[in-house]
């Protein structure tokens, strides 16, 4: 790959971090496994190890993200979202022939189009584009899934198949003696080692999200959806089915860089919240819908959007963004997109995203006015609560200017981000799903015992 100037923006952020981080004390070690294991465990399950891992690894006080191994600043550099996606999955970088069999399979999964037929049924234009997300993956699962269509019905269980424009009823229709319904009988066959396995609903998910994503944005802009472009990369035909138009190559790139940063973080409350469900033997469709639920929340992946709509406030202030920070702090506000539960130092992506963003408003001078105020919190933020607090900006922060500058809506940023998680959340399921165990944690009881039923005429 020739060493663009978005590489030369990445290696001086990589840089950078290196040195400002050279003292930190960092934990590298690879813990050893076995288990029961001990740890000190905080509200919200802080501190608590759950499972063993090899997907990926967050260094917080480095503040260096590494995804197998690969240091994901380098993977920005060098790899593609397509390939990290692999890398997750799989554990290892792909040989050629695996990849081009990957992105052959890509290509056939991003069109989804029964599940945007289905999802169009529905008024996604009045919806949150996170709930039309969780919707449409729900459509995928019956679309795809091993359980509703691949022949892994129980012995004896039929389908209805009925005309499209009907809608089956257990009970006949006024004036006719019997409702009459065609029952088909599933053929069963053996599901290939891939299916078996869940890496086939996986490689589904990360492809088919995306196009689901760039579906319910064209919808809720009053467009129809655009097909997937076989020739383009994931990052292209994700803006391609947005805007309709192929994007320029720094474009392209910018994107791909965002969906790698955000593709797996440990064990944050998305990655958890799919691993729950999937430990119940539940399948991926209905895990990745309750990444999605999760990620949906403003602590978590709903803080981009939070950032530039505060941001956009900052801009309509009438004193300056350093006195908004102020007058935010002394009401014991938080910041959206500064802080993060592991880093107490620069999150590794927000090091990325913010020369990045600074890069694309070169060439989109009406976002210039927010990114200058963004770069002014910024400063405030970290000169006041960097060194006593640790708050940073996280990857949130200048996330939220990138996907303007790339043509998205605000509601999009979500959903974006949920385009790229798909990958560690599918990867980090099946890592889990080979030595499974259902997640039951305990709650500290501090209510009361023995009481006594009181009558509700007689409670105050
Ligand atoms: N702005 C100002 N102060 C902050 C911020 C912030 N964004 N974040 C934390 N603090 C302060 C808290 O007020 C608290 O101060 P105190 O000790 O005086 O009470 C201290 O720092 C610790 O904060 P906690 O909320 O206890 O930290 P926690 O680890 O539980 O929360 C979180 C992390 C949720 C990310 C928090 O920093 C936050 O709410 N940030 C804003 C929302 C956001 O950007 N979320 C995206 C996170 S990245 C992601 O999920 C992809």
Known sequence: MKMDTISAIILEAAENAKTETKDATSSRKVMSSGWPIKCTIGPGLEGAIACDSKVGYVNGSKGALIYRGYDILDLCVHSNYEEVCYLLIHGELPTKSQFSEFNEKMKDFRSVNSTLRKLMGFPVEEMGAMSALRLGTNFMRHEMTQLDKRGFKPKG???????????????????????????????????????????????HLIAGVATIAAAISRLQGGLLPIEPDPELSHAANLLYMINGERPSYDDERIMDVALILHADHGMNASTFASMVVASTLSDFYFSVGSGIAALNGPLHGGANEEVIRVLDKVLAYEGTPEQWVTEELSKKSKIPGFGHRVYKTYDPRARVLGPLAEHLVKSHPDQKPIFDAAKKVEKKVVATLGKEKKIFPNVDYYSGIIYRCLGLAPEMYTPIFAVSRVAGWTARMLEYGANNRIFRPRARYTGHFDREYAPIKKRK
């Open 157 to 203: 269980v039929a389908t209805i198949s009925a005309d499209e424009d009907s809608i089956p009823m257990e009970t006949p229709p006024t004036g006719e003696k019997s409702a009459k319904y065609e029952f088909k009988r599933q053929k069963r066959r053996k599901p290939s080692p891939d299916e078996a396995s869940g890496v086939e609903a996986c490689y």
